[in-house]
């Protein structure tokens, strides 16, 4: 049976950049959007038009330069945001609008000093509206984590009846729990008239670090696009991460769902955004930090010596990675001493490797990470006849 597709929605260049000292300009988010398109993510939300003239043309011009994926530009539910937004995607081969406003009983209260029917008004007129300038429209309930059900359920009725193509779910604050999440998609699966009009999405924030788990239980539920970022950069904790979704659902079969990912663009675009937002990737960070596939202890070391499957659940190659690494510290083995020995040009008995590994370990105490540089070192100190 083929898998069904998950729409990947990328807001590196929207949500991503909210990141505080991480704006770009706009030959960055150039080159950015168009390693995206190239990556192969169905949607880039490539800003909000109406915050600033420099985020216009930017949306402007990446409209201008994306061949493959829709353009999509951000939007509150207000009518000259609407306007703007389509200004700047005219050029768009194809044109998205993200309209929408807060349907949590905190948003309504608090930010709006609204009520439950005036916040379905604003949002039909907000997608009617966009609708008379593209047939995509994507509507998002703001907050919707913590919005009650049965009110975000008429909420979608409503906008699904005046148009809209996509609803978008963000659980904004990240205070979801997966089961949870979950469970909304299904609700409004279930209980939405004419749901099948338009394509459910999860946009889900990492404060308690649950927006990768969550955004697979949507998926998991019916939803079917994934809001995410490179890196998982965004606001406060960030947002969902691209290279983590996409490589649950191709590393899991049993959920019979996949991406139009090119996986081994993985790598080289997280280091690509990392250099210019100039954010760091943290070493431990799944599928693209330095040590996704670094191996240190003896135990794992012998075991991906011996076959990477052991301590690896992902070729390297897959994600753009030219090879696993065995780094060496005085948790390592002589296996791994012998693999590395062998990279750097000695070939040792097991006699010669004893002698080694007593002169490595006691190097090895003394410094964090055992380098190429130090094997000669090392080998040379030992005295072996070679
Ligand atoms: O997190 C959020 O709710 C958002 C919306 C503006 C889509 O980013
Ligand atoms: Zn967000």
Do not use: W
């Not at 995607?89 to 044109?95: D, F, G, I, T, V």
């Not at 008429?154 to 979950?182: F, H, M, S, W």
Request: hydrophobic fraction near 40%; include cysteine; glycine fraction near 6%.
């Amino acid at each position: 049976m083929s898998k069904e597709i998950v729409q990947i929605f990328d807001t590196t260049l929207r949500d991503g950049e909210q990141v505080p000292g991480c704006k770009l300009d706009r030959e960055q988010k150039l080159v950015i959007a168009e390693r995206l398109d190239e990556l192969g993510v169905n949607i880039i939300e490539a800003g909000f038009p109406i915050s600033s003239p420099g985020d216009f043309k930017s949306v402007e011009s990446i409209a201008k330069l994306v061949k493959n994926a829709t353009v999509c530009g951000l939007t509150r539910a207000v009518k000259k945001d609407i306007e703007v937004a389509a200004e700047a995607l005219k050029y768009a081969r194809k044109p998205r609008i993200h309209t929408g406003i807060g349907t949590s009983d905190s948003h309504i209260k608090h930010k709006f000093n609204s009520n439950r029917d005036a916040i379905i008004e604003r949002a039909v007129e907000a997608v009617s509206y966009a609708k008379k300038f593209v047939e995509d429209v994507e509507f998002y309930a703001e907050d919707a984590g913590r919005t009650d059900n049965e009110f975000l359920a008429r909420v979608c009725e409503a906008v699904v009846k005046a148009g809209a193509t996509v609803l978008n779910i963000p659980d904004t604050t990240g205070y979801c729990l997966p089961e949870e999440y979950g469970a909304k998609i299904k609700y409004l699966k279930d209980h939405v008239k004419h749901i099948d009009r338009a394509v459910l999405s999860c946009h889900c924030h990492n404060d308690l670090g649950l927006a990768t788990a969550n955004s697979i239980a949507g998926v998991m539920n019916g939803a079917r696009q994934i809001e995410c970022t490179i890196n998982g950069i965004g606001e406060r904790a960030g947002n969902t991460s691209l290279e983590e979704v996409v490589m649950i659902m191709r590393q899991h079969p049993s959920l019979n769902l996949d991406t139009t990912i090119n996986s081994r663009l993985l790598y080289d675009t997280s280091q690509m955004v990392s250099r210019k937002m100039g954010m760091v990737v943290q070493p431990n960070k799944a599928i693209v930090g330095a040590n996704a596939f670094a191996h240190s202890s003896g135990i794992h070391q012998d075991g991906v010596i011996k076959n990477r499957e052991t301590y690896e659940i992902i070729d390297p190659a897959d994600v753009g990675v030219t090879e696993s690494s065995i780094v060496l510290t005085a948790r390592s083995g002589r296996a791994a001493l012998a693999y590395r020995a062998k990279i750097v040009g000695y070939e040792l008995t097991k006699t010669q490797l004893d002698e080694v590994y007593q002169e490595f370990l006691y190097f090895a105490d003394s410094k964090k990470e055992v380098v190429d540089e130090d094997i000669h070192e090392i080998v040379a100190k030992s005295k072996i006849a070679l």
